[in-house]
């Protein structure tokens, strides 16, 4: 199993850009999930999905989307990027039958900087 | 608001030392807090996690964690810390009233010097 994959690793993007984040798993976890992680600070919610075509607005959605139309792919859209989108992005999914005792298992991580 | 709090932004051990890792948070109701790890370049990794039952958890590498349900903490520790054991620490709380969002501490940096 690769696990949770994420492409690519590092991108720079110029203000007002697009691009699309990519994350795949090939454990058929329910679940995916995507984050970001700001220098000092801990990982903040972006996006959720609990299963192909369901999904939910985690702590800090605007300037995302997402969509989810297969169980192993969840990709992340940046529309128009901003500086304060500059971030490390991680996705992470879960099997999703054990209610409070799931287990996330996380992507290597994307390294975004818009300038 | 919903908050992880990890007081140390870096710990210092020397190997063969034990080790420990301060969390305490501040989340509704009867939270689920969780411990990751994250070696350089990579994504974050399970430790363990408090469900039920005994407050001392173990987990993977030898490490375990202590739960306080009166002082909301859960602390990681480990009785004799190994230089492989250097990582970036993680306490994530697991929100009781939507188990799909996690409230992250801002990361510990263990240093463990041979």
């Known amino acids: 199993n690769a696990g949770v994959t994420q492409t690519p690793k590092f991108r720079i993007l110029k203000i007002g850009q697009s691009m699309t984040l990519q994350c795949a798993q090939d454990?058929?976890?329910?679940?995916m999930y995507w984050y970001r992680q700001d220098p000092g600070m801990g990982l903040k919610l972006i996006y959720y999905s609990v299963g192909a075509g369901i999904t939910d607005k985690g702590e800090v959605p605007n300037g995302y989307n997402v969509s989810r139309s297969t169980t192993e792919d969840f990709p992340l859209r940046l529309e128009l990027a901003a500086p304060s989108q500059t971030s490390v992005y991680f996705c992470?999914?879960?099997?999703?039958?054990?209610?409070?005792?799931?287990?996330?298992?996380f992507g290597p991580g994307t390294r975004l900087t818009v300038l | 608001a919903q908050s992880v709090a990890q007081p140390e932004d870096q710990v210092n051990v020397a190997e063969g030392n034990p080790l420990t890792v301060k969390c305490t948070y501040s989340?509704?109701?009867?939270?689920?807090p969780f411990w990751y790890v994250q070696y350089p370049n990579r994504g974050l990794q399970f430790l363990l996690k408090?469900?039920?039952?005994?407050?001392l958890v173990k987990g993977s590498y030898g490490f375990e964690a202590e739960f306080n349900k009166s002082q909301t903490s859960f602390h990681l520790k480990k009785p004799s810390a190994l230089v492989s054991d250097s990582a970036l620490y993680f306490c994530?709380?697991?929100?009781?009233?939507?188990?799909?969002?996690?409230?992250f501490g801002s990361g510990t940096k263990l240093n463990v010097k041979p």
């Open positions: 989340v509704s109701g009867n939270p689920y």
């Open positions: 408090y469900i039920t039952g005994d407050n």
């Open positions: 992470a999914s879960s099997p999703g039958l054990a209610g409070v005792a799931d287990t996330q298992y």
């Open positions: 994530a709380v697991r929100d009781p009233r939507n188990f799909n969002k996690f409230y």
């Open positions: 454990m058929n976890h329910n679940y």
